[in-house]
T-cell receptor, first 111, second 111 residues
Framework: AQSVSQHNHHVILSEAASLELGCNYS??????LFWYVQYPGQHLQLLLK??????LVKGIKGFEAEFIKSKFSFNLRKPSVQWSDTAEYFC?????????FGKGTRLHILP | DTAVSQTPKYLVTQMGNDKSIKCEQN?????MYWYKQDSKKFLKIMFS???????INETVPNRFSPKSPDKAHLNLHINSLELGDSAVYFC??????????FGPGTRLTVT
């Protein structure tokens, strides 16, 4: 079955630590990839996206993600997290106009 | 100007009632969606409409009926509400195949 897997369900880090959240998908062929963030009590907002070209994409708020086609992965990274990054993070894959979301990773940053 | 708006923001009702949630987008997008987010933050797509036509109808009870009077609106009507329907419902829109823009959500509580 087609799926999107986020390996870390809950991550706790201290401020200034580096972050990497894993995302793998099981589709073959061409896909569009996204990371969304949901701050507490708010709706989902787009962090970054990959459609084609440079597999290292930059997003808002210092986030970046790398598309590795051979590994079917699209991991999210940030070199130094802040307390305000506390949120739920969702990876999503769009193929043939069908979008599938991962189950989310809850990131908690300790001040 | 709000891009994707939903009303109401909060909805508290009793089991067995019928209720509607409205969604409007002013982005000119072709595709609109309804998602259900449960208490564990798991995001599940319910419906997708493209130019007023249903293109995705995931396995949801037939008590849920979407209605799209025009390209900018996608309303969700729920009959005979059950306790398990309590969740946050998000509307979203997108140009077909691209990133989604989410509404602020409607928190539905069934008592």
């Amino acid at each position: 079955a087609q799926s999107v897997s986020q390996h870390n369900h809950h991550v706790i880090l201290s401020e200034a630590a580096s972050l990497e959240l894993g995302c793998n998908y099981s589709y073959g062929g061409t896909v569009n990839l996204f990371w969304y963030v949901q701050y507490p009590g708010q709706h989902l907002q787009l962090l970054l996206k990959y459609f084609s070209g440079d597999p290292l994409v930059k997003g808002i708020k210092g986030f970046e993600a790398e598309f590795i086609k051979s590994k079917f992965s699209f991991n999210l990274r940030k070199p130094s997290v802040q307390w305000s990054d506390t949120a739920e993070y969702f990876c999503a894959v769009n193929r043939d106009d069908k979008i599938i979301f991962g189950k989310g990773t809850r990131l908690h940053i300790l001040p | 100007d709000t891009a994707v708006s939903q009303t109401p923001k909060y909805l508290v009702t009793q089991m067995g009632n019928d209720k509607s949630i409205k969604c409007e987008q002013n982005l000119g997008h072709d595709t609109m969606y309804w998602y259900k987010q449960d208490s564990k933050k798991f995001l599940k797509i319910m419906f997708s409409y493209n130019n007023k036509e249903l293109i995705i109808n995931e396995t949801v009870p037939n008590r849920f009926s979407p209605k799209s009077p025009d390209k900018a609106h996608l309303n969700l009507h729920i009959n005979s509400l059950e306790l398990g329907d309590s969740a946050v419902y998000f509307c979203a829109s997108s140009p077909t195949g691209f990133e989604q823009y989410f509404g602020p959500g409607t928190r539905l509580t069934v008592t």
